[in-house]
C-alpha cells in the first residue's frame, strides 16, 4: 500500500518562507502526476500547483510567482517551495499523485499558517 506524507508545514510570518516535502513510501513518483492542494477553513479545496512525468508544471494564479514546484524521482519525493507567504495561504496542504496503474493516492495533509 503507497502512502504520502507531508512534511514541513508550520508557522510563518508573511512575507516569509517555507518548503514542503511530499515523500512515497513505494516508488510510484516517476510515473505519476503530483499536484499540492490547499483547504482553508470554511473553502474548497483548490489546486495549489502540479507536476507532470516530465517536469512540466502549473500553477494557481494566486501562486504564481511565489511558489515553486518540484520532484525528485530517486529519492520519491516531491517539494513545494512557498515564498512570500500571505495571510490568504493559510491552509491544509496535501499532496496528490496519479499514477497511471495504481491509482490515485493523497498524504493527510500537513498545516500551514501565516501570521504574524
Sequence with gaps: ???LVESGGGLVQPGGSLRLSCAASGSIFS?????????APGSERE????ITTRGS??????VKGRFT????????LVYLQMN????EDTAVYCCNAVHPYYGTYWGRG???TVSS
Design 69 to 76: 514546484m518540484s520532484r525528485d524521482n530517486a529519492k520519491n
Design 47 to 50: 489546486l495549489v500547483a502540479d
Design 31 to 39: 510515473a505519476a502526476a503530483v499536484g499540492w492542494y490547499r483547504q
Design 84 to 87: 512570500s507567504v500571505k495571510p
Design 1 to 3: 500500500q503507497v502512502q
Design 110 to 112: 500537513t498545516q500551514v
Design 57 to 62: 508544471t502549473n500553477y494557481a494564479d494566486s
